[in-house]
């Protein structure tokens, strides 16, 4: 009885500091170390988190971070790219898509795909920019959005014909030899560009032929050949069917770049990673660039900037104006070690202390 009269005082208690505006600003604090994205504008290194973005200053060391309290609405981020007047956005795994202006400070929420309809998994996995053209890899499939316009136009939700037909999940999208190409976790599928009705899965040839494993993370081109990364080795199209490079079978590929030198080089390498490893390809070369990263890559940028699972963006010091003293520098934002909170409590002192679990946890 004493415990309900307790909790009753703590609610009026609360209620009354809202009535009266007393409770002052909410600040959220979450684990930003596990990266989902990074895009690198103007020297300075955008990421997205499971637990919000933040912006590192290469030239300077600043570093901002952004939550729900710095005007995220969702701060699962799984995607993230620039637009063409250095708009930086984000994709959630909720669907959400929110546009950042870093020069005027302001936000814009797009939520037609949180909205839509009978669509039970809606996380955004990538998205790219062409031109006025954002394209939103989803789970629902690719969604064309005009960002002059802000409004969406078509969504590709299917490619192809049963028995084979590739339903969402795309992961990558890339123009190729007058062709539109969708990686997904089921295959690769095209269109000509001059198709009038993408939206007709008819319209769409998958090849999966020769791939080492149809669930692809990535594509890209370079010098001419659309390449293809799966979760068994890199494949490149040779016209007809797809071959696998014989020193990549069996590596589960996570993500391309086509510059990791952090400068520009006419003789550019095509970079991957896999969670423990960098490799740099081309111009018969085909070696490991860096190893030994134990906390595991996640995503590959260019100008010598990596996202990890366990320690936030590594940058190789090579970019950076001021010398580091070592190869890698490691960018972790303060804050919590995870965001899983089985509970909290405050100390005499005034301490905060949080527990992350019994079964799956990572400590307190």
């Known amino acids: 009885m004493r415990r309900y009269w307790y909790l009753l005082f703590i609610a009026f208690a609360f209620a009354g500091s809202v009535a009266a505006g007393t409770l002052g600003k909410w600040k959220s604090y979450t684990s930003k170390k596990e990266i989902r994205g990074v895009v690198v504008v103007d020297s300075v290194v955008w990421a997205a988190t499971s637990g919000g973005a933040f912006s590192y200053n290469l030239r300077n060391g600043a570093l901002e971070l952004f939550t729900t309290s710095e005007g995220l609405r969702a701060i699962d981020l799984t995607a993230i790219t620039m637009d063409d007047n250095r708009n930086i956005w984000f994709g959630a795994s909720n669907g959400a898509l929110q546009r950042y202006s870093p020069s005027t400070r302001s936000w814009e929420y797009i939520s037609g795909i949180v909205t839509a309809p009978d669509e039970p998994q809606k996380r955004i996995n990538a998205l790219k920019v062409q031109s006025d053209t954002l394209f939103i890899l989803s789970e629902l499939g690719v969604s064309v959005f005009s960002i002059s316009r802000m409004e969406f136009g078509d969504t590709y939700k299917r490619f192809g014909v049963s028995p084979s ?16 190409w969708v990686a997904t976790a089921n295959g690769i599928a095209f269109t000509p560009m001059t198709n009038l009705n993408p939206s007709a899965p008819g319209s769409w040839q998958i090849i999966n032929s020769g791939l080492p494993s149809v669930n692809v993370r990535d594509l890209a081109v370079y010098h001419d050949t659309l390449f293809a990364a799966t979760a068994q080795g890199i494949s490149f199209f040779n016209g007809s069917a797809w071959e696998t490079l014989p020193v990549s079978a069996g590596k589960d590929i996570i993500s391309f770049s086509d510059d990791f030198s952090g400068a520009p080089s006419v003789s ?12 740099s390809y081309g111009y018969g070369v085909h070696e490991v660039a860096a190893s030994g990263f134990e906390s595991n890559l996640s995503f590959l940028s260019s100008n010598g900037v990596a996202g990890t699972v366990r320690s936030g963006v590594v940058i190789n010091s090579a970019v950076t104006i001021e010398p580091l003293g070592a190869n890698w520098l490691s960018i972790i934002p303060e804050g919590p070690h995870t965001n899983r909170f089985s509970g909290i409590a405050v100390d005499e002192q005034g301490v905060l202390w949080s527990g992350t679990g019994s079964s799956s946890g990572e400590g307190f």
Do not use: D, P, R
């Open 165 to 180: 037909q590739i339903a969402g999940k795309a992961h990558a999208v890339e123009l190729f030899q007058e062709n539109f």
């Open 268 to 279: 550019s390498m095509l970079y991957y990673c896999t969670g423990t490893e960098l490799w």
